[in-house]
């Protein structure tokens, strides 16, 4: 069965840091390309960061500068590393596993940013 498991959120006070993980078992996570969504209530999940298997990121233009992604395939976790957080990027933030063949999700972790 797999599982993606994300970690790392919290309350923080803006102009802080954390950082989320994101762990999958079940499946080879090498394969995948992988990314992190975030949705507050009454909007849309929005796609917030991407990194390819080959290492290759992308970035929503309201983190640029300020968040980054990466991964680690031999502990088959990814991560975002957010700083200089903002109330606006308030929201429960969800990962994703895909592949040409399948599509999995976390159950996500909330991030509370205060003013």
């Known amino acids: 069965q797999v599982q993606l498991v994300e970690s790392g959120g919290g309350l923080v006070q803006a102009g802080g840091s954390l950082r989320l993980s994101c762990v999958a078992s079940?499946?080879?996570?090498?394969?995948?390309?992988m990314s992190w969504y975030r949705q507050s209530p009454g909007r849309q999940r929005e796609l917030v960061a991407a990194i390819s298997s080959s290492g290759t990121t992308t970035y929503a233009d309201s983190v640029k500068g300020r968040f980054t992604i990466s991964r680690d395939n031999a502990k088959n976790t990814g991560y975002l590393q957010m700083n200089n957080l903002k109330p606006e990027d308030t929201a429960a933030y969800y990962c994703?596993?895909?592949?040409?063949?399948?599509?999995?999700w976390g159950q996500g972790t909330q991030v509370t940013v205060s003013s």
């Open positions: 994703r596993s895909m592949s040409p063949v399948s599509d999995y």
């Open positions: 079940g499946r080879r996570f090498s394969i995948d390309n």
